[in-house]
């Protein structure tokens, strides 16, 4: 068993890689593996797991050219995984237009830190998923939302969430908070300016942000977006007295735009057997690779147009937003091809165990190696 790659099954045949450099030394992430493996004998992805069974039919987002014949596709992988082996993994492809995109409903959510955020779910015309704004403060809003609908009643429009001010019970109109005396007309034109706001392009990941785990730092990253972009309730609430108006404006709350691209666009079947792979010697990219997906095969041109909906767009907010990340390339593709939205600023998201010497945040034998492949191949500026 010992020509036999770290990731084979058993029960296949040895396989001799087709290049003497196929594969070596590409790891440099050597907290991941379970010690099967070795970050200098990475191996080549034998030709027996290129069965229909172990590789996908297509990436789901549709971005990997995969070739019909095995040896090729073989070749071809291998060669992506050479290319990583130098340099970083290939930036995000950006549409020559954007997708359209439509709000379906808003509602507000009253969150566990106190603050309080608005829930937009869309509706575009590129896929068929459920893709989200986490809204904070009052001063953002959907323009496809408060567009008025042919045949619509007051109450449609406040069930599916355009409405100014807060609902109560009684409310009649959409337009008048009788309440909290607030009024609008829901259009753009009357939306209040707003400083740059703290946008954040977050990709789904059920592993991280629900199932508790520490291979990644998703959670953390969801959690602390945020938390940078609420505020007290009582500063935050859009039914405060205008003596609060300055403070709320000057608190100009976020976005946190949560696409459904789990698994960095591959979904999460393959992002779990990723990381059997990954148990098994390979690195976070690799992984992909092996599997036959691009390392990253996400795009942000949804996003893009769901920011220009929320009037965060270049058109209404000239200064630019605040773009939380690590990931160079998601700055210049959330831009969108005609630079619809403008990046001003990088807030980079330290991670918190770094920041904190290791007092608090994720600990894992897992993270480290992670967070190390994320610099080292895919460009992310973690400092
Ligand atoms: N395929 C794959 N996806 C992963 C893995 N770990 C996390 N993810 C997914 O990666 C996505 C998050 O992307 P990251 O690479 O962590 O970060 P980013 O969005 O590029 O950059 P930041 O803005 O700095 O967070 C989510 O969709 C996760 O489900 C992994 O090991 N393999």
Redesign the pocket.
């Known amino acids: 068993m010992a020509d036999l790659p770290a990731h084979a099954s058993p029960v296949l045949p040895p396989h001799s890689p087709p290049s003497s450099t196929a594969g070596e030394g590409l790891r440099d992430d050597s907290s991941q593996g379970s010690g099967i493996a070795t970050g200098e004998q990475t191996p080549a992805l034998p030709e027996s797991l290129l069965s229909p069974a172990f590789t996908p039919p297509a990436t789901p987002s549709g971005t990997l050219n995969l070739d019909s014949n095995p040896t090729r596709a073989l070749h071809q992988n291998q060669a992506a995984i050479l290319e990583h082996k130098s340099g970083h993994t290939k930036p995000p492809k950006l549409l020559s237009q954007l997708p359209q995109v439509e709000c379906i409903v808003r509602a507000r959510i009253p969150t566990t830190n106190g603050a309080e955020m608005f829930l937009h779910l869309y509706h575009n015309d590129l896929d068929n998923k459920e893709h989200l704004a986490i809204v904070f403060g009052c001063n953002i809003r959907s323009r496809s939302l408060d567009r008025v609908r042919p045949g619509e009643t007051e109450m449609d429009r406040m069930i599916r969430g355009a409405y100014v001010g807060k609902l109560h019970p009684g409310r009649t109109s959409s337009w008048v908070d009788d309440k909290n005396k607030a009024a609008g007309s829901h259009t753009s034109q009357t939306q209040p300016r707003i400083e740059p706001p703290l946008v954040r392009?977050h990709?789904?990941?059920y592993t991280?942000e629900t199932a508790w785990s520490a291979?990644?730092?998703?959670g953390e990253?969801l959690d602390e977006a945020a938390r940078l972009m609420s505020f007290p309730v009582q500063d935050l609430s859009c039914d405060a007295p205008p003596e609060t108006q300055s403070l709320r404006s000057q608190s100009a709350g976020g976005v946190i735009v949560y696409l459904r691209?789990?698994?960095?666009g591959?979904g999460l079947g393959e992002?779990l057997k990723?990381?059997n792979l990954?148990d098994l010697g390979s690195d976070?990219v690799e992984?992909?690779l092996l599997l036959r997906h691009p390392a990253d095969a996400r795009s942000y041109g949804l996003a893009t147009a769901m920011l220009t909906d929320l009037g965060c767009g270049a058109d209404t907010i000239p200064e630019g937003i605040r773009l939380l990340?690590?990931?160079p390339d998601?700055v210049r593709a959330i831009e969108g091809p005609n630079r619809e939205v403008m990046v001003k600023e990088r807030v980079p998201?330290i991670p918190l165990a770094w920041r904190t010497g290791g007092q608090k945040g994720i600990k894992s034998s897992e993270i480290e190696g992670?967070l190390r492949t994320?610099i080292s191949k895919?460009g992310?500026m973690i400092q």
Do not use: L, V
């Open positions: 392009i990709s789904e990941c991280g291979r990644c730092d998703c990253q691209q789990e698994g960095r591959i992002k990723a990381y990954q976070t992984a992909n990340t690590n990931n998601k998201m992670y994320k895919m992310h």
